[in-house]
């Protein structure tokens, strides 16, 4: 196909996601990164993956690639030494104090022409026939060389709140090496946080995940053209029912039930290639073709986003992990990847707290409260329930209430963002206690934020001090204990109030003293 052709039908494309998105109430993306196939910012004040190249330098380190000018993600990005890969680039400080920036990814993968501790070649290989939608635990990894269709370069994303609904977005863009062979890229976004073993030769350790994402982006027609499929993970063979998101469940048996399956999503994704050769961004881009570092070749770049609610998807993705495959087949082996990485679309929400005592200490018996607040830097105000536990001197630590304890009455709902537990006066022994709040997203802020344990070792606990012993020198014996009928609480309160009256005698004598 000629490439004005080409170049027509993927306008006419373009112009088929923009008419439906425009008819979606929650169409995706929010537009709050330009997806125009382009990595710069266009002006600067435009947000795109790198400043715009016109205004003052940012302050990069010696070396570094700075990238004048405002409205870009990241900048900051360095050669590397002799055959070294370059070091990714860093966010700007602008994208840095962005609270609408949940988790972000850049990526500088090694390719198959540099030199690194694992030697010579990329040491980040899925080795041994493995496929998409495989257990992620049968994968395993290798150092060795790539071809320059398969080989990934720079890849990055990031997740981000967005300012209609809350809700969280994707947006992720990748460099080719080479603009003029089939490729196939997969952009696969995980909720389990996998790792790997070791570097150079170790294996995968993760599991699958009703809802996972793995976007599929296929060059083909010589590279010329880009398309994309967006594939979400499925535990339940067609057509379903399926359970919620977030279930686990890897792949078993030779024909497995749990696979990645395409869904339809017109007005929830936009992807984009540049059609014209682009400047590269504030960090070292790799083109095998023209060895420039600082120009990225048409049909070299591209980039996507994702609108996770319109999918629709509620879970909470964890982690980042592009890769290739030799051929256009969804089954086709898979090659070089990248990461994995960390990449979080939920948020975990701010929690404050404070304690009845906070600090101090209460007497024997009191009567004790914690209070929560769940609290966001950007989006809506969590919703959902939290649980109060409350650990006594046995169970505290330096950390407060980490884990343990005992739980003071049923979960309370947030109301505004905050909840108080019930009062209890299980304080009788002497010593340090703490809370700890559970915080357990409801079906408004399941996909936005994650549930979270909190516990704070100075606003949230409080000392129980001790009651001195009846019959202590200097203190009248009252004959009248917890044990003997009296409650603990009552004794140490007349104890202290013999204690104060001394005080204050002494203190009249001191005075009395000075005259
Ligand atoms: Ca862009
Ligand atoms: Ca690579």
Redesign the pocket.
């Known amino acids: 196909m000629a490439f004005g052709v080409w170049l027509l039908r993927a306008c006419a494309l373009v112009v088929l996601v923009v008419m439906v998105s425009a008819g979606t109430a929650l169409a995706a993306p929010s537009g709050w990164l330009a997806l125009d196939g382009s990595i710069r910012s266009a002006t600067g004040t435009v947000r795109d993956w790198a400043n715009s190249g016109l205004g003052a330098p940012q302050g990069c380190a010696a070396g570094a690639v700075d990238l004048p000018g405002t409205g870009g993600i990241f900048n900051c990005g360095a050669p590397g030494a002799g055959s070294s890969p370059p070091s990714p680039p860093g966010l700007t400080p602008a994208a840095a104090a962005d609270p609408s920036i949940i988790s972000s990814a850049f990526i500088a993968?090694?390719?198959s022409t540099d030199t690194t501790s694992c030697g010579s070649g990329?040491p980040?290989v899925i080795a041994g026939g493995s496929k998409n939608g495989d257990a992620l635990n049968s994968y395993s990894l290798t150092t060795q060389s790539?071809p320059a269709k398969d080989?990934?370069?720079n890849v990055y994303a990031l997740s981000h709140t967005r300012a209609d609904n809350g809700h969280p977005e994707l947006y992720f863009g990748a460099e080719r090496l080479v603009n003029n062979g089939d490729s196939h890229i997969d952009f696969e976004f995980l909720q389990d946080r996998v790792t790997i073993t070791a570097q150079c030769s170790g294996s995968f350790v993760g599991h699958r995940t009703e809802g996972d994402l793995l976007a599929v982006v296929d060059f083909t027609n010589g590279g010329a053209l880009a398309g994309i499929a967006v594939y979400q993970w499925h535990c339940a063979a067609e057509p379903g029912p399926q359970p919620a998101d977030g279930t686990v469940c890897d792949p078993i048996g030779g024909t497995p039930p749990q696979h990645y399956e395409p869904i339809a999503n017109p007005g929830s994704v936009t992807f984009l290639v540049n059609t014209i050769d682009i400047p590269c961004g504030g960090w070292v881009c790799r083109d095998k073709i023209t060895g420039t570092t600082t120009t990225v070749a048409a049909r070299d770049f591209m980039e996507g986003g994702i609108d996770l609610l319109g999918l629709p998807f509620t879970g909470c993705l964890n982690t980042f992990l592009p890769h290739t495959r030799t051929a256009q087949s969804f089954s086709a082996t898979l090659k070089?990847f990248t990461g994995p990485s960390p990449l979080a679309s939920c948020r975990t929400p701010i929690s404050g707290s404070t304690s009845t005592g906070a600090g101090g200490s209460v007497s024997p018996g009191s009567s004790v409260q914690d209070t929560v607040t769940e609290s966001t830097g950007a989006g809506f105000t969590p919703t959902g329930g939290v649980a109060f536990f409350l650990c006594g001197p046995t169970q505290v630590t330096a950390a407060g209430c980490p884990a343990g304890g005992t739980q003071v009455g049923a979960a309370k709902p947030l109301v505004a963002g905050a909840a108080s537990s019930d009062v209890t006066a299980a304080t009788s022994a002497a010593g340090r206690y703490c809370w700890r709040t559970e915080y357990t997203p409801d079906a408004v802020s399941q996909g936005v934020y994650l549930a979270a344990t909190h516990t704070n070792a100075t606003s949230e606990c409080f000392t129980v001090a001790a009651a001195p012993a009846p019959g202590t020198p200097g203190l009248p014996n009252t004959g009248h204990s917890a044990a003997s009928g009296g409650s603990a609480s009552s004794a140490w309160a007349l104890v202290a109030a013999v204690a104060a009256l001394a005080a204050a005698t002494a203190a009249w004598g001191r005075a009395g003293r000075r005259l």
């Open positions: 993968d090694p390719i990329d980040t790539v080989d990934l370069g070089d």
